[in-house]
């Protein structure tokens, strides 16, 4: 009988252990122990997608690429569901969210958030023939799309607030216009070019990738006369992530190798850097 309780206190021993141990590890032990980062993101231009060729190319797909090989880890990418993103982190099915998500006070306190990397506001997109009168005509009674969970839904409904790089108030600009959310920023632009959206609310970044000629979206047009606010992209990893800084620090390194500067070149975003210190 001593023998099968001492035998029991030392398997209760072992697992109490192996949970302090758990608890101890660090972010970047534990992605280091798989031997990749999972990284959580949506498919739009310039950001991450496939080329005519098929390839999985983007400003964020090449600069992830170029950070962790900086660090000695793989990259596996998974396209997610923008508004179940902290979801998917925290229960660890990814590791990182790397795909032009704007900086919020909101995410910066469920999440660790890296240095920003890159400049974005919001755009109006709608058909280039109907464009005028709409602004003209104001937004009463149009309908509206914008990404589920994204900051131009926020700045629209209003749980993004405005700072003081505000000149117009999405909140008070949309107030009459009927919304509707879609899952994705390419989802909305497919809704106003089929006709059952009159605007898209976008990331400026994505809309000018995605618009124009010699696009999809040839007979559409970007208008970011009004000024929603400047934002900033950020990476996002799990509250307390020790893997936050590494990122910035590498981040540092590749701005000063001239890197993430030729990154942007190929993808038309060097305007967008933020200076690094």
Request: aromatic residues 8%; hydrophobic residues 45%; charged residues 25%.
């Amino acid at each position: 009988m001593k023998k099968l309780l001492a035998l029991v206190l030392a398997v209760m021993m072992i697992s109490l252990c192996a949970v302090v141990a758990a608890a101890e590890e660090s972010d970047w032990e534990y992605i280091q122990g798989k031997g990749k980062i999972v990284v959580g993101m949506t498919l739009f231009a310039p950001m991450n997608y496939y080329n005519d060729a098929n390839e999985f190319i983007g400003f964020d797909t090449e600069l992830t690429k170029a950070v962790f090989a900086k660090l000695g880890v793989d990259v596996e990418f998974i396209e997610i569901n923008w508004d179940s993103k902290e979801i998917e982190l925290n229960s660890k099915n990814i590791d990182c969210i790397w795909n032009g998500m704007c900086i919020t006070p909101e995410r910066k306190e469920n999440m660790s958030m890296t240095n920003a990397y890159l400049y974005n506001t919001q755009a109006i997109v709608a058909k280039t023939d109907r464009i005028a009168d709409l602004l003209a005509a104001g937004m009463d009674g149009l309908y509206v799309v914008a990404e589920q969970g994204s900051t131009g839904e926020g700045k629209l409904q209003g749980t993004i607030e405005d700072d003081e790089t505000v000149v117009v108030s999405a909140k008070e600009y949309f107030a009459k216009a009927n919304y509707t959310a879609v899952d994705s920023m390419a989802k909305a632009l497919m809704e106003v070019k089929a006709g059952t959206a009159d605007i898209a609310l976008v990331d400026s970044v994505c809309a000018l990738a995605m618009v124009g000629e010699g696009t999809d979206y040839e007979d559409m047009t970007v208008n970011l006369d009004n000024n929603f606010g400047l934002q900033e992209y950020g990476i996002a990893f799990r509250k307390g992530s020790d893997v936050t800084e590494m990122v910035n620090q590498a981040i540092i390194e590749l701005t000063k190798d001239g890197t993430i500067a030729e990154i942007a070149g190929r993808y038309g975003l060097t305007d967008a850097l933020v200076p690094v210190e």
